[in-house]
């Protein structure tokens, strides 16, 4: 029987779960090695690792640390931040189906992002200026959707709305009247509307280490109450939890890693959606000790998913968000399929 004073802030990992994540891990480094390696100019795996740790090439050195490696490090970060968030987001709405942008996040970024750009602002300000959207939406989602009490489906149908009017906006900023001088803004808000990592850097890589360095500690503290919101808010109550206050911390955490991940790399769909499901069957748990799992999930997710969207049409290369969009949309009526045999609902 649970009990209030039972409630710490705690993760334990169940065995099968620890050993995916490790087994997981094990698997993100070697595939990091091989994308490093292969390109369109390849390099062994052994000047890869010399390279590292600073026996390389002038030229290896220059290709890998410069260009390669921030991009590589880059997909894995936004790929754990992404699952994270989805992992929150659904163990706090009780839905598989939730994912941080159904608030609205991205829109947010997007319309403050396409118009600097059609504006012609500095490439180094578009990222701040996605952010701020992004927290702007935030704020009038939470100001709109939290009142008395915290309610998950409140903050949804607020989120979609402000959603809905974001993408109006974008739609009419992207149709406006322009000149040929401003064809190659719009290609380049278009692009960043499906996320991209072309433009990964050391600071985009920073940016994302320290966001997760703050948050992820924060949020594996909190999961024990996690997985007791699972068993309902009434529960929740019963044994003690300040509900409210602690879902507006967890919605607030996983907004913010969502933001600054519209902020560095534009909105990438699917991943925050998937990467809980991937991670929830693999590790065979529902409990918030699947989080980490997805994390790891997420970061091979994007990885593959961006090396994919370089090498399939080389020497064009695709936007990731293309590719995980690809790589999810199937999952999503896969797990519709599966939904509808389980419950008899056509």
Known sequence: MLRADRLHSSIRLPRRATIVFLALGSASLAV??????????????????????????????????????????????V???????????????????????????????????????????????VPIGAFGGAIAVVLIVGALGVRRQFSMYRLILVGIGISSFGGAIIAYLL????????????????????????????????????????????????SRELDTFQLGDDLSTALGLRSTRLQIVLALLGALLAAVVVSV?????????????????????????????????????VLLSDYAAQRIFEPTELPVGIMTVVLGAPYLLFLLYKTERRTGFA
């Open 79 to 125: 790929g754990a931040a992404l699952g994270l968030s989805g992992g929150v987001y659904q163990a706090l709405t009780r839905n598989p189906l939730a994912s941080p942008d159904i608030i609205g996040v991205n829109e947010g970024a997007a319309v403050v992002a396409v118009f600097m750009i059609l504006r012609g602002s500095p490439a180094d300000l």
């Open 175 to 222: 149709t406006l009247p322009s000149s040929s001088a401003n064809f190659y803004r719009l290609e380049v808000a278009q692009q960043w509307l499906v996320g991209a990592m072309s433009g990964a850097s050391w600071h985009g890589v920073r940016v994302l280490g320290l966001a997760l360095l703050i948050i992820t500690p924060i949020v594996l503290a909190l």
């Open 265 to 301: 790399a534009g909105p990438i769909g699917f991943v925050a959606f998937i990467s809980p499901h991937i991670a929830r069957r693999l590790a065979r748990t529902s409990s918030a000790a699947a989080l980490p799992v997805a994390m790891v999930v997420g970061g091979l997710l």
């Open 32 to 77: 990091i090695c091989l994308t490093t390696a292969f390109g369109e100019y390849s390099i062994s795996v052994w000047s890869v690792i010399s390279t590292l740790f600073g026996h390389g090439s002038r030229v290896d050195n220059v290709v890998i640390r410069l260009f390669r490696l921030p991009r590589i490090l880059e997909c894995v970060l």
